[in-house]
Nanobody, 124 residues
Framework: QVQLVESGGGLVQAGGSLRLTCAAS????????MGWFRQAPGKEREFVAS????????YYAESVKGRFTVSRDNDKNMVYLHSNSLNPEDTAVYYC?????????????????WGLGTQVTVSS
């Protein structure tokens, strides 16, 4: 059974930082593209960041480019999202996701598996 479990969310002041962690079980992420989505209240879920199976290439939404960094540790089966300079518009539930995709080019991230999410709240 595949499980993606997010942690590290919480309440942070504007300008602050958080590191979200995704622990995967039931699959070896070394053969998966991994990434993060988020969903704010009243809005649709949106892409945040993705990373290819080896970690060589990363992709970001324009709204987080330069502030967020996605990384992975295939040996630990973990994925991370480092978020800096947070602002209230970043408030959302953040979801870890995995796509069975073994390529260094990831133009469209279309996950096969999802986590349950972790809440990030940024106060002004």
């Amino acid at each position: 059974q595949v499980q993606l479990v997010e942690s590290g969310g919480g309440l942070v002041q504007a300008g602050g930082s958080l590191r979200l962690t995704c622990a995967a079980s039931g699959l070896a992420i070394s053969r998966y593209a991994m990434g993060w989505f988020r969903q704010a209240p009243g809005k649709e879920r949106e892409f945040v960041a993705s990373i290819t199976y080896s970690g060589s290439n990363t992709y970001y939404a324009e709204s987080v480019k330069g502030r967020f960094t996605v990384s992975r540790d295939n040996d630990k089966n973990m994925v991370y999202l480092h978020s800096n300079s947070l602002n209230p518009e970043d408030t959302a539930v953040y979801y870890c996701a995995a796509e069975n995709y073994y390529s260094e080019v990831l133009l469209n991230f279309e996950p096969d598996y999802w986590g349950l999410g972790t809440q990030v709240t940024v106060s002004s």
